[in-house]
Nanobody, 120 residues
Framework: QVQLVESGGGLVQAGGSLILSCAASASTSTTYAVGWFRQAPGKEREFLAT????????YYADSVKDRFTISRNNANHTVYLQMNSLKPEDTAIYLC?????????????WGQGTQVTVSS
């Protein structure tokens, strides 16, 4: 069981940056990969990035790979999404999810999301 809470969203101007955080709570023996997703009004949920438990492996969607960076600090059970050069089309609710270590991941646990709004 993993519980996730996102934070760090807000309003930013186009070209600006934000850092989102995904704080996880789980038993000390639990290992999990974490993914970031987003959902804009009227659109399907979109995968953005994922990071393995060790942090060694990362994978990005083509739409964000040159602007977003995923990282994690297992000491404080937090995964981050650094977002640079933000565009109005990045406006969405951003969610993090956790998966037991498996390929492909199965996103069994989800946070409630944090709103990101990019103004033009």
């Amino acid at each position: 069981q993993v519980q996730l809470v996102e934070s760090g969203g807000g309003l930013v101007q186009a070209g600006g940056s934000l850092i989102l955080s995904c704080a996880a709570s789980a038993s000390t023996s639990t290992t999990y990969a974490v993914g970031w997703f987003r959902q804009a009004p009227g659109k399907e949920r979109e995968f953005l990035a994922t990071i393995s438990w060790t942090g060694i492996r990362t994978y990005y969607a083509d739409s964000v790979k040159d602007r977003f960076t995923i990282s994690r600090n297992n000491a404080n059970h937090t995964v981050y999404l650094q977002m640079n050069s933000l565009k109005p089309e990045d406006t969405a609710i951003y969610l993090c999810a956790a998966s037991e270590p498996r390929i492909p991941p199965v996103w069994d646990y989800w946070g409630q999301g944090t709103q990101v709004t990019v103004s033009s």
